[in-house]
């Protein structure tokens, strides 16, 4: 079977609002990286069909579905296994019902090639991922628009000006929060689900957080190692044992997407379910 870039390059017509060649090749390796013959696709943003008439090609097994929130008369006739349907991709409750009915048991690749727009892309994102497969790979194309200073959401890249010593760089830098480079950077946090959900992280005592603080004198760690059984009551504390405080979030890993890994590359963000 010949790659999606090969099969691309017989298509491909150039136009720019169609996908570079190059992201097929990156879908390739990311495919073949995870081991990943998918039978179930979902793509949004469908534009004139292109890429999913070459997704249709490489993949004839699979079923695919494609959405857009406008539809064109575009012939798919040679293209049994595409299903072409009008849907908005800020819609939850339309995108839920479709994947109950087409893909009941999950879904293995999904492309969002839509608007680009950071905060609509973010709501597919927290519509969709629920659905994909564990191993199973989720496209984010075009993150690249939040970095045009013409696009809706986007802010062009700016060196935020920090002081050199670490105590004093503020935790949060406000560059590109927002938008579809703030989108996919948010994502980041899903793949430290670990130390996300981690005790001290999501308990966050008052008596553990004045602890973790006063530890950073170093006179007073050296005072709490000259007593051992302070110094195992204060590590007590911080780790949570003996807490009579619940946690703030009654089961946090539930809401909390899990990814096995997230991948950058340029134009495309590619992550992958736990
Ligand atoms: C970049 S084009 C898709 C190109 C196509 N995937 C390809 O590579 O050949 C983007 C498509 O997303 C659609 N679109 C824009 N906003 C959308 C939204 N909110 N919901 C669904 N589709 C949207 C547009 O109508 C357009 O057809």
Redesign the pocket.
Known sequence: MPSLVEIARSFHSGNP???PLRYYEIYERSLSEEGLQPQSIL??????????KILASRFPSARIVA????L?DIDFSNYANITYLQ????DASRIRGILDEHFPNGVDFV?D????IGH?SRLTFDCVFPYLKSGGLYVVE?WGTGYMETWVDGRRFEHAKTASSAAIIPKTIRSHDFGMVGFVKSLADYTAVGDITDTRASRGSLLARLILSAARFRSLTKLANRFPRLKSWLIGRINGSGETTSSPVANPRADIPQLRSLKFFHGVCVACKA
């Open positions: 609002v169609t996908k793509e949004i943003g469908v534009y004139e069909g292109e890429s999913t959405l857009d929130l406008n064109r849907c908005d991709q800020t492309i090639d839509a608007s680009h609509l075009d």
